[in-house]
C-alpha cells in the first residue's frame, strides 16, 4: 500500500485537518516538475533560478505545516498533562496505597482540595468509583495512543514527502531540511508522552488491576492498526459459509420437490421472510466492514467502538452464516417435519426465532458477546431517542432500522401468528392481514429519526436549522404511510384506483419523499454536487473511493428510491403479487442502504461532518499550573503519597518534563 494511502487509513478523523497536509505537499511537488522550463530551449540561469524559487516555496510550505503540527501536538500534550494530572487525584482520593495509612491519603487529598477554588472544590472531593477510574483510564490511554499515532505519522509524512522532492528534483535540501527542523521538532521527541503512557500503566497495574500487569493491559492496549485477522477466525467464517452454501442449496432441491402444503404456504412464507431479511442485512454488514478497512475508512473511531474488542470482517461473516445456517435448517425442518415425526411444522420458525433471540441477548462468551451488549444498547438508544444525546452510532443505527422497516413488521407478524393464531386453525387465514398496528410498526422507524433530529437540535448550540430539515425528510414517511393505509382501505370502493383521492395523496407524498430524500442523500449524506468543473465534476474535492464509484452511486441511489414507482405500476397491471413485490422492494431497500454506508461513513471519515470527537470525555475538572505545580511537588515528597515505579531512571525523566 502506497504510503499516501497509508496516511489517510491511519490518521485521527478528529484530528484531520491538523495533520501535515502530505497530498498537497505531492502535489505541490508534480506541479513544479510539470511546470519546469524545458531544458531543450531554455538557458541554464532561468532553469536554475526556477528550481531555486521553487525549492523556495516547497520548503516554505514544510515549515508551515511543521509550525501547524508542532502547534497541535503541543496544545494535546498539554491537555493529556492535565488530564493526567487530575486523574491522579481522583485515584488518590480512591486508593489506599501500600505503605501509607489513611490519615497520609486524607491529608494528601485535604492540601489539593484546600488549593482548589471553592468552585472546583466539590468536584475534586467527589470521588470516583472503580468502574468510573477504569473507565476514564482506558478512554484517556486510547488517547494517548491517538497522540502517539499522530506523532509517527507526520514524522512519517514529512521524511517521505522530503524524499519525494529530492527523488523528482534531484536534490538534497529535502534531506537537509528534514535533519535540520523534523529531528528536533517538539512533536518528534516522545519521551514526555512515553512517561505518561508508562505512569498510566503502572498506576492502572497497582490500583485498578490489583497488581497484574497483564490483565492491566489486557484493558488498556490498544491493537497496532491494520492488524491482520487472525488465520483460525478467517477458518471458521469460511467453514461457517461452505456449510450455508451447502445447506441453501439442499433447501432450495428439497422444496422443489417437497413444497409446503397450500394451507401452509402463506405462513412459511411471511414466516421465513423476516429472518431472511435479517441473514442478508447481516452479509452486507460483514461487506461494508470490509470494505471500510480496506478502503481505510476508520469505522471503528467514527463509531466510538473500543478498539481493543471491535468486530473484523470475518467476525461478521461467520455470525451472518450462523444465522443463515439456522435459517436454513429451520426451513428444512418444516419441509420435512412428516418424515422426522413433528406433526406440527410450525414449530420449527418459532424455533428459529428464539434460538436467534437468545443468540442475540444471552451473556455468554460466544459470538462476541461485548459486540452484541454494544448493539443492544444501541438499538435501545435509538428507541428511546428524545433521552439521550445523539452521536453517530446513534442515528446511523436509526437508519439502519429505516431501511429494515418491511423486516420489523414481518417480525410483528410472526409475534402476532404466534401470540392470536397458532393452533387455532379457524384464525389462519386472517393471520397475515394488516391491522391497525402494521402502519404504526411501519412508522416507527422514521419516528426514531425524527425525535433523534429533534434532540440534535436542541442539543446543538448554534440551533442549525439543518437537523429541523432532516427531521422533515422523516416526516414524509408519516404522510406515506397514512395515503398507503387510507388507499388499501378505500380501494375497493372504486372501480378504477385513480378514482381514489388518496391514491393521488399517496402518490404525491411518494413524490415528496422521493426528491426530499433522494437530495438529502447526494448534498448532506454524500456531500457530492461540490465541483461543478474539471475531473471531479459533481462530486467533492476529496475522495476514497474511485471516482467512478461516486458516479455509479448517484445513480443508484436515484434508482433504489424509485422502486416505489416500478411496484405501483407493476401492481397496478397486475404483472406481479403483492407479497413478492414487496418482498423485492425490501431487498432492493437493504442493498441501497449497504451502498449508502460506503459512502456516508467515507464522508464522514474524512470531513468529520457530524463534528464528533475522536475519544470520549472522561468528565474531569482541570487543573491550573499553581495546581499542577503542587501535586507534582506531593508526588516527589518523601512522606508523600507515592504511586510510581521506584526507579530513579523514572523520577528523573519525570522531573525533567514535568
Not at 488530564?83 to 487529598?109: E, F, M, R
Not at 473500543?306 to 468486530?311: A, T
Not at 451473556?363 to 438499538?379: C, F
Amino acid at each position: 500500500m502506497k504510503f499516501g494511502k497509508t496516511f489517510e487509513t491511519h490518521l485521527t478523523i478528529e484530528w484531520r485537518r491538523q495533520y501535515m497536509r502530505y497530498g498537497d505537499l505531492k502535489v505541490l511537488i508534480k506541479r513544479g516538475v510539470d511546470r519546469a522550463p524545458p531544458p531543450a530551449t531554455t538557458p541554464d540561469y532561468e532553469i536554475q533560478a526556477y528550481y531555486r524559487a521553487f525549492e523556495e516555496t516547497f520548503l516554505m510550505e514544510c515549515q508551515n505545516e511543521l509550525t501547524r503540527v508542532n502547534n497541535f501536538f503541543l496544545e494535546k500534550l498539554s491537555e493529556a498533562r492535565r488530564k493526567h494530572n487530575t486523574l491522579k487525584i481522583q485515584l488518590l482520593a480512591y486508593s489506599h496505597v501500600p505503605g501509607h495509612t489513611s490519615s497520609d491519603l486524607s491529608i494528601g487529598s485535604n492540601r489539593i482540595a484546600s488549593h482548589l477554588p471553592n468552585r472546583r472544590r466539590s468536584s475534586a472531593e467527589k470521588k470516583m468509583t472503580q468502574r468510573q477510574l477504569r473507565s476514564a483510564y482506558s478512554e484517556f490511554y486510547l488517547s494517548l495512543v491517538l497522540l502517539q499515532n499522530y506523532q509517527s505519522l507526520n514524522e512519517t509524512g514529512f521524511r517521505k514527502i522530503c524524499k519525494k522532492y529530492d527523488k523528482y528534483l534531484r536534490s538534497t535540501a529535502g534531506a537537509e531540511w528534514f535533519d535540520r527542523n523534523v529531528e528536533f521538532a517538539p512533536f518528534t521527541d516522545g519521551h514526555l508522552l512515553q512517561y505518561i503512557i508508562a505512569e498510566v500503566e503502572d498506576l492502572y497495574t497497582l490500583h485498578l488491576a490489583g497488581g497484574d500487569r497483564s490483565m492491566a493491559m489486557a484493558k488498556l492496549r490498544v491493537p497496532p492498526l491494520g492488524e491482520p485477522t487472525p488465520p483460525f477466525m478467517v477458518f471458521r467464517a469460511g467453514l461457517s459459509l461452505g456449510m450455508l452454501i451447502m445447506l441453501v442449496m439442499a433447501t432450495a432441491a428439497i422444496y422443489w420437490k417437497r413444497p409446503p402444503t397450500a394451507d401452509n404456504i402463506p405462513g412459511f412464507m411471511r414466516l421465513y421472510r423476516g429472518p431472511f431479511t435479517w441473514v442478508i442485512f447481516n452479509f452486507f454488514m460483514a461487506a461494508n466492514v470490509a470494505g471500510w478497512q480496506r478502503a481505510g475508512v476508520n469505522h471503528v473511531l467514527i463509531f466510538e467502538i473500543d478498539p481493543r474488542s471491535h468486530l473484523l470482517p470475518a467476525t461478521f461473516l461467520e455470525i451472518a452464516c450462523v444465522f443463515g445456517i439456522l435459517w436454513a435448517l429451520s426451513m428444512l425442518g418444516f419441509l420435512l417435519h412428516d418424515l422426522i415425526f413433528v406433526p406440527d411444522p410450525f414449530l420449527f420458525p418459532l424455533a428459529l426465532i428464539l434460538i436467534m433471540l437468545g443468540m442475540l441477548v444471552v451473556p455468554l462468551p460466544i459470538m462476541n458477546w461485548p459486540a452484541r451488549w454494544w448493539t443492544m444498547k444501541l438499538v435501545g438508544r435509538v428507541v428511546s431517542a428524545p433521552l439521550h444525546y445523539v452521536g453517530f452510532a446513534d442515528f446511523w443505527m436509526g437508519d439502519q432500522m429505516v431501511s429494515l422497516g418491511n423486516c420489523l413488521v414481518d417480525h410483528y407478524y410472526i409475534f402476532r401468528f404466534y401470540a392470536t393464531c397458532w393452533l387455532r386453525s379457524h384464525l389462519m387465514i386472517n393471520c397475515f392481514k394488516p391491522d391497525v398496528m402494521v402502519p404504526i410498526m411501519s412508522s416507527l422507524p422514521a419516528w426514531f429519526r425524527f425525535a433523534q433530529c429533534l434532540r440534535r437540535f436542541r442539543d446543538s448550540g448554534s440551533k442549525s436549522v439543518s437537523y429541523l430539515i432532516n427531521a422533515g425528510k422523516y416526516s414524509t414517511t408519516f404522510l406515506v404511510v397514512l395515503f398507503s393505509t387510507l388507499r388499501s382501505q378505500t380501494d375497493g370502493g372504486y372501480g378504477n384506483t385513480f378514482n381514489n383521492p388518496f391514491t393521488w395523496l399517496f402518490l404525491a407524498s411518494n413524490v415528496v419523499a422521493f426528491i426530499y430524500g433522494y437530495l438529502w442523500d447526494v448534498l448532506r449524506d454524500f456531500g457530492l454536487f461540490r465541483i461543478f468543473r474539471g475531473e471531479h465534476i459533481f462530486l467533492r474535492p476529496q475522495l476514497v473511493y474511485p471516482v467512478p464509484v461516486y458516479y455509479f452511486v448517484i445513480v443508484e441511489d436515484l434508482v433504489l428510491r424509485l422502486v416505489w414507482a416500478f411496484e405501483f405500476v407493476l401492481l397496478y397491471h397486475d404483472w406481479i403479487s403483492a407479497y413478492n413485490m414487496k418482498t423485492i422492494s425490501s431487498l432492493l431497500e437493504i442493498t441501497r442502504r449497504f451502498i449508502w454506508n460506503f459512502v456516508r461513513l467515507e464522508h464522514e471519515h474524512l470531513y468529520n461532518c457530524g463534528k464528533f470527537r475522536a475519544t470520549r470525555d472522561i468528565y474531569l475538572a482541570a487543573l491550573n499550573p499553581r495546581q499542577e505545580r503542587l501535586l507534582e511537588s506531593m508526588m516527589d515528597e518523601t512522606d508523600g503519597v507515592t504511586h510510581r515505579r521506584n526507579t530513579k531512571e523514572r523520577i528523573r525523566l519525570g522531573k525533567e518534563y514535568f
